[in-house]
């Protein structure tokens, strides 16, 4: 657990949003994956995809899973804005192969890096309702610099 995670879960309760969607990423899972976004959502994909709404998001998370595998957790840094909602930065590296980078990523001055070997970031923004938590807003984005274009090449083969 990283102090973040500890936080959110002593100042929230479990955000069982946040587990949902890692233990999705981590196996690949597209309709687990979905199932914990709102009816409304939005998802921006790493390929610039667009998705709203589950059934929509689950499609075009299995283009990502098919593309680039599973996403294994490397970290994440939620905060919260309000008693109801929370953003989440999830960090993932690709298990694919194929896509992996080994450029570092620079960082600009007076930020902070991604977690050390990081591939993807997952940004969420999580909202409580009647039902509990839901993804209303997620955008994922390819760290990496190197193989972008080539990445882009195969899918649209």
Known sequence: YCSAQENAKRENGDIVAMQQVQSALNTG??????SVFDENATW???LGQNAIGPENIKRAAYLMFRTFGPLQFAGWKPKKLSAVIW???MYQKVTNAHSNSWKDIPTAPGSIAAPYGSDFRTTLVLKKQDKGWRVIVARV??????????IRASVSQ
């Not at 899972?29 to 979905?34: F, G, M, Q, V």
């Not at 390819?142 to 972008?148: M, P």
């Open 87 to 89: 953003v989440v930065d």
């Open 44 to 46: 921006d994909g790493p």
């Open 29 to 34: 899972n597209a309709p687990a994956y979905a």
């Open 141 to 150: 984005a390819d760290l990496r610099l190197s193989k972008a274009k080539d």
